[in-house]
């Protein structure tokens, strides 16, 4: 399989890391930034390259790892699934919902395989929650995203990652999501002053959600202060109770009974492998986390900023 990788800083690792583990090298590597493609490159045995479009020509590519900040998005996805390549995607996939729409439906057209990196859904805890859940009414799911950001190039630009909600946030409301189906509708409120050194935008929020289905939730994001178990979920039922503490501990009570399950495997390498099984296959069904499903997602979160800006209950875009 011949991989290619647009934008190979951050997260990228990550994703590279997961590839060598599985022996599966890397063909060619694009990034803005000339002399990081170029070191990535050497230590991958790959060709460098600066323009995304030159790569995609010139290498005849099975697939592609696309990690770009949300507000770099400028149809690379969109092009690498033109030229036939199956696509993974870094979250969130884009701050403009109508491009986002044009890009999910150049990868209908095109039928490729296509996957974005929310990594919590591949899971030990997650599938351990999604086999617990099958059958049980679900009517209230709560988490929170609780960190200290320090310096960053781009995280603290609102204009190019969209916020806390949008950027960090999104795996909070994206595993609600699973677990809970649609959200209908948002407000969200936020606060200034405290983390102006590190963001243009709110150092704390908290967003209420209406699910589709009745059921009620609540994301509480913060970039100031790091907190115990900062990345964490709650689900409740009649005589049910799950709490996820990301990204290995699963614990609570079901009918008087407690549970307590510790998992292996967080999610980042699961999600590698299952991408390219699902590549090797030609087989969409072994992704869990779709471009058309993380579009949802996105529009969530939009609804989100705009009840911030609005002060109002927000309904959240059909996709």
């Not at 503490?245 to 009974?257: A, H």
């Amino acid at each position: 399989m011949r991989i290619g990788f647009i934008g190979v800083g951050g997260i990228a690792g990550n994703y590279l890391s997961s590839l060598k583990r599985l022996n599966q090298p890397v063909a060619a590597v694009c990034d803005v930034n000339a002399e990081r493609a170029a070191q990535v490159a050497g230590e991958h045995q790959a060709a460098s390259y600066g323009d995304h479009r030159e790569m995609l020509a010139q290498e005849k590519l099975d697939a592609v790892f696309i990690g770009i900040p949300p507000g770099a998005h400028e149809g690379q996805v969109a092009d690498a699934a033109g030229w036939g390549a199956a696509v993974f995607v870094a979250k969130p996939i884009g701050l403009d919902l109508d491009a986002v729409r044009r890009t999910r439906d150049v990868i209908q057209a095109k039928g490729v395989i296509n996957q974005v990196g929310y990594m919590a859904r591949y899971s030990d805890i997650t599938e351990k929650a999604r086999e617990i859940t099958k059958d049980q009414p679900l009517g209230m799911g709560i988490g929170r995203f609780m960190c200290r950001m320090g310096a960053h190039p781009w995280w603290g630009k609102q204009a190019m990652c969209g916020g806390q909600m949008l950027e960090q946030s999104t795996h909070v409301f994206d595993l609600l999501r699973y677990f809970l189906g649609e959200v209908a509708e948002v407000q969200a409120y936020g606060h200034k002053g405290l983390g102006d050194d590190i963001a243009d935008f709110e150092d704390s929020t908290v967003c209420n959600l209406r699910f589709a289905n009745g059921a009620v939730g609540n994301v509480t994001s913060t970039c100031i202060a790091n907190a115990p178990d900062g990345f964490a979920m709650e689900l409740t039922g009649r005589d049910f109770y799950l709490r996820f503490v990301m990204d290995t501990r699963l614990q609570g009570q079901i009918n008087g009974e407690a549970l307590n399950f510790e998992g292996q495997e967080a999610g980042y390498f699961r999600q590698v492998e299952q991408f390219l099984k699902a590549v090797e296959q030609h087989d969409q069904s072994l992704v869990r986390s779709s471009y058309a499903d993380a579009a949802r997602t996105l529009a969530v979160t939009l609804a989100a900023n705009r009840s911030l800006e609005t002060g109002q209950l927000e309904k959240v875009v059909e996709v």
